[in-house]
């Protein structure tokens, strides 16, 4: 299984990035697909999450209404829209995929899979 995440870079406060994560070697349609992060010092943390069929979302508080999550069965793709991007967002950005029942979904140790990462910067 891989997991192939794109798009991460330099932004400055205020701006965008879109997180690509293509999957490959599972049945992308079987999984729930997501994005965790770590920032530097810190644990990674849940930051959001798809359903299989794409039609519920969830998000970390920190994150709500300014990113959203997508995927695209087509193309085995998830994406993450990141707008009004903060300083405190920036850290190394991880796909993931799983078949965790809800409630946990928002655990590291229920995750299936993990992409290598993808770094976001956001410069004050």
């Known amino acids: 299984v891989q997991l192939q995440a794109s798009g991460g870079g330099l932004v400055q406060a205020g701006g965008s990035l879109r997180l690509s994560c293509e999957a490959s070697g599972l049945t992308f349609n079987s999984y729930r697909m997501g994005w965790f992060r770590q920032a530097p010092g810190k644990e990674r943390e849940f930051v959001a999450a798809i359903s299989r069929t794409g039609s519920n979302t969830y998000y970390a508080d920190s994150v709500k209404a300014r990113f959203t999550i997508s995927r695209d069965k087509a193309k085995n793709t998830v994406f993450l829209q990141m707008n009004s991007l903060k300083p405190e967002d920036t850290a190394v950005y991880y796909c993931?995929?799983?078949?965790?029942?809800?409630?946990?979904?928002?655990?590291?140790?229920?995750?299936?899979?993990w992409g290598q990462g993808t770094q976001v910067t956001v410069s004050s």
């Open positions: 993931t995929a799983d078949n965790s029942v809800l409630s946990a979904m928002r655990r590291e140790g229920s995750i299936d899979y």
